[in-house]
């Protein structure tokens, strides 16, 4: 059985040290929930492209981490928030390579590619939530004899 | 008994707090050896922990003689400040938090506190009460001054490693003649692959090399900013005439790079002989296993 201790969290993006723990807090907490070390990595890489972007494009905010349980299965969620400037269009900032500034623009559109749901709010003027949700992969398992 | 008491004067309560230091300086010296931050500081021998209590008490003496018992700039804290730092800075090294060190700070004062009321037994309540108050004053501004040296030990500290890091995290190796190698470590932010950009360079152009690995074997993480930073070195080599060649990309990471849709526009290997091999074969030096022979 896991539990959700050191999974569950709520970290503040307001410097370059801040991407740092959080990308040390979505490690550990993945490891901890048994993902495997391609998908810790892959959720990792996306954390890491996402806060960035709370805290380039946002000006700065909080991830909030979260443990789902769904029918055995062990998942996590990240909730990246920040009150900026928002996106006027998800369209765009979603497609590879755009960026409004001198990035690859493979942020978004990439860590979309790294995670299993992926939904964005964003409102002009207001500010803009992404949430990630990674599900850990599970083994087929031989069924037990009744 | 006090003195002054004979002449019907009472000295004001920080003076008389300085008489009392000075009169008591031994007895608390005595105490203070036996308190965890002293004992556990100066192992060699307790004189040296006595010794070392002293010359704080001495300092907390000169400070009640200025009247600025309130004050952690006063001249008297100035011959403590450095043994303080040293001693927090060894509890620290101890695994202390420092809250934890506050707390054995805070430890000195009951002893030196019940050496006082024992001393002003026969004196008017009042005396003594302000005599105390100026005490416990006076050892709150010692914590003060001992942890205001703490934290900027710590920061000069944090400040030394971190410089540190960007310069040894970047050593470049000459693997051949005209062949160099930083191995990456850590978190590649753009503080860092700035300097490890100016160091690479500097080497291609000091020793003439053709090819310039760069092993990301101890990078965690490459997202599209650490991605960016490598191809900005690996373009502003090239116009240097060096070829770069990446290695240690982890199948972890390298499956998470394609995911996210990055292009490596630079030569990729697995592992740094790997590349050193490429390069070796590029130059035409190719190493002959004399075992196994060439494939
Ligand atoms: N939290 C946010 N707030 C406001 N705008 C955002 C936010 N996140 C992304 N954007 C917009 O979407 C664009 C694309 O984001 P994306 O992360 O893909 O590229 P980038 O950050 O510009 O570059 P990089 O490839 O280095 O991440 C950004 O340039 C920015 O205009
Ligand atoms: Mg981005």
Not at chain 1, 58 to 64: D, I, L, R, S
Request: charged share 20%; net charge negative.
């Amino acid at each position: 059985m896991h539990t959700a201790a050191g999974v569950e969290a709520c970290l503040p993006i307001r410097s370059d040290m801040d991407l740092v723990w959080v990308r040390q807090h979505v490690r550990q907490a993945a490891a901890r929930l048994g993902f495997g070390l391609v998908e810790q990595t892959k959720l990792v890489t996306a954390a890491s492209e996402l806060a960035r972007n709370t805290l380039v494009h946002g000006g700065g905010g909080q991830m909030e981490a979260t443990h789902l349980s769904s029918g055995g299965a062990q998942g996590l969620r990240l909730a990246f928030t920040d009150e900026g400037p928002g996106i006027a269009d998800l369209d765009q900032a979603l497609s590879d390579g755009y960026t409004s500034g001198d990035g690859l623009g493979m942020g978004l559109s990439g860590a979309r590619r790294l995670v299993h749901d992926f939904d964005i709010e964003s409102t002009p003027g207001d500010g803009t939530t992404v949430r990630v949700t990674c599900w850990v992969a599970q083994p087929p398992r031989p069924r037990e004899e009744a | 008994m006090p003195e002054h008491e004979a002449d019907g004067q009472l000295a004001t309560p920080t003076h008389e707090v300085r008489d009392f230091l000075h009169r008591r300086r031994e007895q608390i010296a005595q105490r203070w050896a036996d308190e965890p931050l002293f004992r556990t500081v100066f192992t060699v021998s307790r004189d040296e922990a006595v010794e070392a209590s002293k010359v704080v008490v001495d300092a907390l003496a000169q400070v009640a003689d200025s009247e600025q018992v309130e004050d952690p700039d006063a001249a008297g804290f100035s011959g403590v400040r450095e043994q303080l730092a040293r001693m927090g800075a060894a509890r620290s090294r101890a695994g202390l938090s420092n809250t934890q060190v506050a707390s054995e700070l805070a430890a000195l004062r009951p002893p030196v506190e019940n050496l006082l009321a024992s001393d002003l037994e026969d004196a008017p309540p009042e005396h003594l009460r302000a005599c105390s108050t100026a005490l416990t004053v006076l050892m709150g501004t010692l914590r003060l001054v001992a942890m205001q040296t703490a934290l900027s030990e710590w920061q000069a500290l944090s400040d030394r490693q971190r410089l540190q890091l960007m310069e040894v995290a970047t050593p470049v190796i000459r693997l051949w003649d005209g062949v160099v190698a930083v191995p990456l470590i850590g978190t590649l932010d753009s503080a860092r692959s700035q300097v490890v950009m100016e160091t690479l360079l500097n080497a291609v152009v000091d020793q003439h090399a053709r090819f310039a690995i760069l092993d990301i074997t101890g990078v965690p993480t490459v997202d599209s900013l650490v991605a960016q930073h490598l191809m900005k070195t690996v373009a502003a080599a090239r116009l240097m005439g060096a070829q770069c060649i990446v290695s240690g990309i982890r199948p972890a990471i390298a499956q998470t790079i394609v995911h996210l849709g990055l292009d490596l526009d630079v030569i990729t290997r697995a592992s740094l002989a790997d590349a050193l091999g490429y390069a070796l074969h590029e130059l035409g030096t190719d190493i002959v296993n004399p075992g196994a022979g060439q494939r």
